[in-house]
């Protein structure tokens, strides 16, 4: 069940690891004379640079490569300090409730209704796009979902029995979250967290795609899209190939998602 | 009473339409990336709203075609002394609200010029130090210092003339709404962010008896690239401006070599480009022909010597650096440079493919083994640092500048002079002071022959020393319908009265 949507991502995992063995060429080094170089199956195409060259004559498929390493580090690094950081905050604020429980609960909302490319664009331009600012940017795009279900979920889960049971018998605070509650909630934020990779893969290739991404030459899916943009009649492969890589992705990272869910979640296996 | 409402209406409909039927003459849009900021010529000197200005407004000198200083307002000028000028007035003629124009419109829209904070254009008027009205149809100008620049300055952005009531506080707000000037084409409507509308102004001195080719111009301003091209090929528009340069084959261009040249200003304080051969070996190590050639679709030339070759005081015998990786090497090696890393700075939008020239260039100094990184910035970003003066120490921010007088002293010296973007950073220790005190000396010859000896020297310096990356000469692209065409001009003006049907 988990295997035919763990392809592309596997698939993925792998050629980022592998991409300084993998990449037939350079990511950052073309021959300008030979720019704009259709793929291997046209008639002017050649082997050496299977699908074709961009607009500076680097090749194209090495660039995937290596922005599949670029895109997928910071899906991930952003992913976990998202997931990291929402789910610590549902958990405190749900279990403590009150007061602290009211202020984030409105931090949450605010940040819902505020449109993330305009949070991102903002942050940015303070800060200058680099790598660790644009996992943090992402971040806090995606902290808010986690902090809602995990504060919702432990809103019920604090009034269970076993919970009770345990306050009951002297358990610290600690004890409780983190031995009594994370336990039965990990399943959840695993499956959330999958399904985050997914947008964040795609937020991340929009602010590349914007410019306020991964900064040239390191490539980048959103970026090198961003460049093909206007070139789609001349030179469609500079397009097609990155965009095609981004929607495979994410669709292998959903569907994983959906089946990580079935596995985890005991409650909707079929009897 | 249903019947009589209903004649007048048609009635209304007949007579607004009969003027319409009488126009024979031709309709054409214009979209630039974007709108114009004001219709108020001392509150912008950006080159897409002085686009409206030059239309709307005349000068009392003016750049033909061909970068010739003609005759404008005034029609004849003359020296008195070693710091005064005599300017003679057109008489006759009428701003487009019918008042005459004069020689007080003229001392008015001077004045506020130079009234410090009242305009953006002060530091182009700054050496004049007053203007005596002689008669309505002549004034004299006295400057400060001999000011051999005098007459060019009257072309300048800044210097079109409006009825004087628009000089006051008051006046400019509404002139900034509602442009009156004597200028070819007078202003019809404007509706902000989609259209700006001018109709000819069939009273224009300039005609030259001849009708006007184009009747009605109306601007729509389109920011996309892609947009913009497209509108064009749908016939939506009838004339585009920054053509991507590969997209030339898909549409009709119009293209000039301009005064605006592309360089990466640079911080010089630090090791290793405080070092002259370590800058002269960055200009080794980049191919600037295949740059121009594959980037560029062949339009750019390559210059040295910090001056274009449209401006006075262009020195011909200066030749750009070969491409030459080898002696870079040597003279890296040469200079101490030590693995230091560079950082190219560019803002989003600066010029055509400004990503992938920068991109281009790094990749062509990591070949000879410099270390370096690019940064694109916001505008908003790139601006703060052009402003503040704040490119780091071994940075380089990716600039195009053009000298707004048609002379170096408007680029290299603006930029180079104390107080400008590179003054800054060009340290101390080097030949900058030969160059500071040549500049200076120029700005003040009236001699012509003399300033020109004294440029030579100058930009010899700049070519020697290199306290910037000099790249190439842009090039001016306009994407065309097939109803209209010009002959582009290299100061990127747009000006319809030179503009013909296309046969």
């Known amino acids: ?15 980022a690891v592998g991409a300084p063995w993998i990449a037939p060429a350079s990511p950052t080094t073309g021959k300008l004379a030979a720019r704009l170089q259709p793929p291997v199956w046209h008639e002017a195409g050649t082997w050496a640079r299977i699908l074709g060259t961009d607009l500076l004559g680097r090749d194209v498929l090495s660039r995937l490569i290596w922005g599949a390493r670029i895109s997928l580090l910071i899906a991930l690094l952003a992913t976990i300090l998202g997931a990291a950081a929402g789910s610590l905050i549902g958990l405190v604020t749900g279990y403590y409730r009150g007061r602290v429980d009211r202020v984030v609960t409105k931090l949450i909302d605010v940040q819902l209704a505020f449109p993330f490319v305009l949070l991102a664009i903002a942050v940015i331009a303070v800060a200058g796009p680099s790598i660790p600012v644009l996992v943090i940017v992402l971040a806090i795009g995606s902290w808010v979902g986690h902090a809602r279900i995990v504060r919702g979920l432990v809103l019920s889960l604090r009034e269970r ?12 605070t600690p004890r409780v979250l983190f031995r009594h509650l994370v336990p039965e909630i990990l399943s959840l934020i695993v499956v959330i967290a999958t399904f985050d990779v997914g947008r964040i893969i795609i937020l991340e290739s929009t602010l590349s795609f914007l410019g306020l991404g991964v900064q040239p030459p390191t490539p980048s899916w959103g970026s090198d899209l961003r460049d093909a943009a206007i070139y789609v009649r001349q030179a469609w492969w500079m397009a097609t190939f990155p965009g095609l890589a981004i ?18 979640d005991p409650r909707t296996q079929k009897i | 009473m249903k019947r009589s409402r209903l004649a007048l209406s048609l009635a209304v409909v007949v007579m607004l339409a009969s003027p319409a039927a009488a126009q024979k003459g031709l309709t054409i849009t214009i979209a630039p990336p974007a709108d114009a900021v004001t219709m108020d010529p001392g509150r912008s000197t950006q080159v897409l709203t002085v686009n409206y200005f030059v239309n709307l407004y005349d000068t009392l000198t003016r750049w033909d075609n061909a970068l010739k200083l003609q005759p404008g307002l005034a029609t004849a000028w003359k020296p008195v002394g070693e710091t005064a000028w005599d300017v003679t ?34 530091a ?4 004049i130090d007053r203007i005596e009205v002689v008669s309505p149809t002549s004034l004299r100008i006295t400057t400060r210092k001999p000011d051999p620049l005098m007459p060019v ?6 210097g079109y003339i409006y009825p004087r009531r628009f000089a006051s506080d008051e006046g400019a707000k509404e002139l900034a709404r509602k442009p009156v000037g004597t200028g070819a084409y007078k202003f019809v409507e404007w509706v902000k962010d989609d259209r700006l509308v001018m109709e000819a102004n069939r009273e224009w001195w300039g005609w030259d008896k001849k009708a006007p080719a184009i009747d009605r111009i109306v601007w729509k301003p389109i920011p996309d690239d892609f947009a913009r091209l497209s509108a064009l090929q749908r016939g939506e528009v009838d004339v585009i401006t920054n053509v991507p340069p590969d997209q030339m084959k898909i549409v009709k261009t119009l293209a000039v070599t301009s005064s605006r040249f592309a360089v990466l200003s640079m911080n010089t304080t630090q090791a290793p480009l405080s070092d002259k051969r370590v800058r002269q070996a960055l200009h080794y190590a980049l191919d600037m022909p295949s740059i121009v050639k594959n980037l560029y679709a062949g339009q750019g030339k390559p210059f040295s010597g910090g001056a274009a070759d449209t401006d006075f005081g262009y020195n011909a015998a200066l030749t750009p650096y070969p491409y030459d990786p080898a002696k870079a090497k040597a003279l890296l090696a040469e200079g101490g440079y030590a693995g230091q890393e560079l950082t190219l700075f560019a803002g989003h939008g600066t010029m055509i493919n400004d990503k992938q020239l920068l991109e281009t260039v790094a990749d062509m100094w990591t070949q000879v083994g410099v270390k370096v990184k690019v940064e694109m910035m916001e505008m908003a970003r790139r601006q703060k640092m052009n402003n503040d003066r704040a490119t780091p120490p071994n940075g380089m921010l990716l600039g195009n500048p053009q000298s707004t007088l048609l002379d170096i002293d408007g680029a290299l010296w603006r930029i180079f002079h104390p107080n400008g973007f590179n003054g800054k950073y ?28 004294i440029y030579t020297e100058a930009t010899r310096i700049i070519h020697d020393e290199k306290p910037w990356i000099e790249l190439f000469q842009e090039v001016v692209l306009y994407g065309v319908s097939k109803r209209v065409t010009f002959k582009p001009r290299a100061d990127f003006r747009l000006v319809a009265s030179e503009m013909t049907p296309a046969k």
């Open chain 2, 426 to 453: 060009w340290a101390e220790n080097q030949p900058g002071h030969r160059f500071h005190d040549l500049m200076e000396q120029a700005r003040y010859t009236l001699d012509q022959k003399k300033r020109k000896e």
């Open chain 2, 89 to 122: 007035l057109r008489s006759g003629v009428k701003f487009h609200d019918g008042t005459p124009f004069t020689a007080e419109d003229v001392k008015a829209v001077y004045e506020r010029n130079l009234a410090p904070g009242k305009t953006v254009v002060t």
């Open chain 2, 124 to 127: 182009g008027f700054a050496t």
């Open chain 1, 247 to 264: 929607m495979l992705v994410v669709l292998g990272v959903n569907l994983l998602g959906d089946a990580l869910r079935d596995v985890l």
């Open chain 1, 161 to 172: 029995d076993y919970v009770q049971a345990a306050l009951a018998l002297g358990a610290g």
């Open chain 1, 1 to 15: 069940m988990l295997i035919v949507p763990a392809v592309p991502v596997i698939a993925a995992i792998i050629v």
């Open chain 2, 153 to 158: 300055r009257m072309a300048q952005m800044g």
